[in-house]
């Protein structure tokens, strides 16, 4: 798996790391992680789960903050402006870090020179699904149903900007078919009204859709990654369902603001790396759908930069704007 061997280069690193890391006075107060997404989404749960381990270990509180709002711009923003001395960190995504640069004309940060990348988390994969009410049991079928009322059916999303939100856009222009927005402030928001049919569809996250969807409470109809998912194997992509090259992924990982010393980025990331290759966080994640990742500060800044104009080039194509 792809997790196996950014663990083991980055625990090789890990081993290289100057002794001055370890002999750090930090953490010596309480450490917040900003999260821009509610509780119960997979940057949370992935947030919680670190933050449990560095308390364990440095024997210091470790607190979560969810700060929603505007794709986790809100998050992204206050641990941008907040001091560099590793005690507000942000678990920030792609929504925020390379896709919200191509949609909103200015922001009030700058995802390359404002932050510190320490180590990408994790990756979790969307999942389209639709109440187990609504006579549809496949993607074409959702698709023949919103060219007969056009502009009637719906989506949620959780926020302008999000892989939800694209994925819902790029599945509206590649599928032809008008399905009107209904943003939330993330994906447990949105969920009541989904499974109550007050809402057509969503492109949520793995981690919320396939527990209901085993319950029988939703229907999933395909996944956004390129390759099938292990933990829903039945399950077609998006690719297979009629969408060549259709890919919607968001990924999740740790930041500081630009400007923390050395010691502490290296810290916080060796701590992160062990975190994710223990037994136990790793069958966590495999729970709830997520890959750990753990690769370098080097290579997450890499993952930034490339994908800002990956991103900017489906978002230009589908014709995707801020008011979708």
Avoid: C
Avoid at 267 to 288: H, I, N, Q, S
């Amino acid at each position: 798996m792809r997790f196996a061997s950014n663990l083991f280069v980055a625990l090789a690193v890990l081993l290289a790391l100057p002794m001055a890391s370890a002999q750090s006075t930090y953490p010596n107060r309480p450490v917040k992680v900003l999260v821009g997404f509610t509780p119960g989404t997979a940057p949370d749960l992935a947030a919680r789960i670190l933050a449990d381990r560095f308390a364990e270990v440095w024997g210091s509180a470790v607190v979560v903050e969810n700060v929603t709002g505007a794709g986790s711009n809100i998050a992204t923003e206050r641990v941008a402006k907040s001091v560099a001395d590793g005690y507000t960190l942000l678990m920030g995504g792609n929504s925020s870090l390379v896709i919200n640069p191509n949609l909103y004309e200015t922001l009030p940060f700058d995802p390359i020179k404002d932050f510190a990348p320490i180590s990408q988390v994790l990756i979790a994969t969307n999942v389209l699904a639709v109440p187990s009410e609504l006579p549809i049991k496949t993607v074409a079928e959702l698709v023949a149903l919103a060219k007969a009322k056009p502009g009637q059916l719906s989506y949620g999303h959780a926020g302008v900007g999000t892989s939800q939100h694209l994925a819902a856009e790029l599945f509206k222009f590649m599928a032809h078919v008008d399905i009107a927005p209904v943003p939330y402030r993330g994906t447990t928001a949105l969920m009541p009204d989904l499974l109550a049919g007050r809402i057509t569809m969503s492109f949520a996250n793995i981690a919320n859709v396939m527990p209901l969807a085993r319950q029988g409470k939703l229907r999933a109809l395909a996944i956004t990654s390129r390759q099938r998912s292990p933990l829903a194997p039945d399950l077609p992509t998006m690719a297979e369902s009629g969408y060549p090259g259709f890919e919607a992924v968001p990924w999740f990982g740790l930041l500081a603001p630009a400007g923390t010393p050395n010691d502490v980025l290296e810290k916080l990331y060796g701590e992160t790396v062990k975190t994710l290759a223990t037994p136990e966080v790793r069958k966590k994640f495999d729970e709830l759908g997520l890959e750990p990742v753990g690769n370098t500060p080097p290579e997450f800044a890499a993952v930034i930069q490339r994908e800002i104009p990956e991103w900017a080039k489906i978002i230009k194509d589908a014709g995707i704007k801020l008011s979708n």
